[in-house]
């Protein structure tokens, strides 16, 4: 009798000890494969970064400069429109609407306004997220002598420029105005402020 409990309570003994055994296996298991899956996680983590940073910043410049374009044409077209616009009326318009050009005053990347005067025009096309240029274009009135040496003394005409920040809007602005530096006319030619580049469209 205690022979058959003793060889029952050994059977019990083997049978919770493997059980143990299986238990503490597999936890170790576990926390083996983790730190496996961990380290290896790490490693991949790491090499994938090397090998896909530069086509991933790649494809983000891309889909940068797409939206980028955007905003060149349309400060380019404002451009355009405007000069237009004033060859009719002899003024400029303050309104991107009546320049009939279709343009919205905001789309999913940029903001677009008009800043008009009796001799220029300034329009801006201002970044709505930070990782964008801004752009600023402008018309000036401008005496056409400047610029065509068989034009009539009194004679005026309109040039254009175009601009781009030279760098992408900040995450936080320390100055409370959003709209780029406005080109200028200095000694007769129109440049670019500080800041911001000429470019073609």
Not at 85 to 97: G, H, L, R
Not at 100 to 125: M, P
Not at 173 to 196: F, H, L, Q
């Amino acid at each position: 009798m205690i022979q058959e409990d003793f060889q029952s309570n050994s059977t019990l003994l083997k049978g919770c000890g493997r059980s143990l055994l299986v238990l503490v296996g597999l936890i170790g298991t576990i926390v083996l494969l983790f730190q496996t899956f961990f380290l290896t996680f790490t490693i991949k983590d790491k090499q994938v970064e090397i090998f896909l940073r530069l086509p991933l910043s790649s494809f983000l410049n891309k889909a940068n400069k797409a939206k980028q374009s955007e905003a060149k044409q349309y400060v380019s077209s404002l451009n355009r429109g405007q000069q237009a616009y004033f060859a009719e009326n002899s003024a400029f318009s303050n309104s991107i609407a009546a320049l009939g050009l279709g343009i919205k005053t905001e789309t999913n990347n940029y903001k677009y306004s008009i800043v008009a005067t009796k001799t220029t025009s300034i329009h801006y096309g201002v970044s709505k997220q930070k990782n964008l240029k801004d752009y600023v274009g402008g018309v000036f009135l401008v005496p056409a002598k400047e610029f065509e040496l068989n034009a009539d003394r009194y004679e005026m005409t309109t040039v254009t420029i175009l601009c781009e920040t030279n760098e992408e809007r900040p995450l936080f602005r320390y100055k409370p105005a959003d709209e780029p530096a406005e080109p200028i006319y200095k000694n007769g030619e129109v440049i670019c402020s500080k800041g911001t580049t000429a470019v073609t469209k």
